[in-house]
């Protein structure tokens, strides 16, 4: 396959599933209204990405076509955006909070990744370092999208489920600080598993 699927999804699942805007937002929203109120909410979020995935997927791969040293750079500027990142990640603690009123939407779900700059450096990278050049458009973003919605179904309601229940169990503990250490490897190892 001109898509390294199973490579991806290591990458793809240090991505969908670390600490980032989406989750962070996934996760208040499931600590401050309870999972079910929450639900139009991680749908709209999952969704969303895929107002992205589906523009880059075939501008990047017509790119590499015709202009293949700015698929190359491209590539580069993602993994050091995606590094750091993970740096944030490693250095971000969690907080636990209570917000009266009403848990935000499905529509308001569906706008944080087309705003979320890590999503488009995450699809970014997806596209330049687990895509073959010379794939076809409709394939490699095809892939990109399923696998991504595939690990959002997954991931995503739990951080909404959980969300509370880590911040509850780890934050301000000394644990806290080796899970974020920890979340943050996995997203380096992830890249340079693919580039090296």
Not at 50 to 59: E, R
Not at 113 to 136: E, Q, R, V, Y
Request: hydrophobic share 60%; aromatic share 12%.
């Amino acid at each position: 396959m001109s898509v390294s699927v199973a490579a991806f999804l290591v990458f793809g699942a240090s991505q969908v599933g670390t600490p980032g805007p989406a989750n962070m937002a996934l996760m208040a929203t499931g600590a401050r209204f309870g999972f079910r109120a929450a639900l139009p909410f991680v749908a709209g979020v999952a969704l969303g990405k895929q107002l992205i995935i589906w523009p880059i997927g075939f501008g990047l791969m017509e790119l590499a076509k015709t202009a293949p040293w700015v698929f190359e750079a491209l590539k580069w500027a993602s993994v050091a955006y995606i590094c750091w990142l993970a740096w944030k990640v490693a250095n971000m603690r969690l907080s636990t909070g209570v917000s009266k009123g009403t848990a935000p939407g499905f529509l308001a779900g569906l706008w944080v990744h087309p705003l979320n700059p890590k999503a488009w450096a995450m699809i970014t990278t997806g596209f330049t370092s687990f895509t073959a050049a010379g794939t076809a458009s409709l394939e490699a973003t095809l892939t990109i999208a399923v696998c991504l919605l595939g690990l959002q179904l997954v991931l995503h309601p739990i951080w909404a489920y959980a969300g509370d229940r880590i911040a509850t169990l780890l934050a301000g503990r000394p644990e806290e600080k080796y899970l974020m250490w920890s979340l943050a490897a996995l997203t380096v190892a992830s890249v340079l598993l693919v580039l090296f």
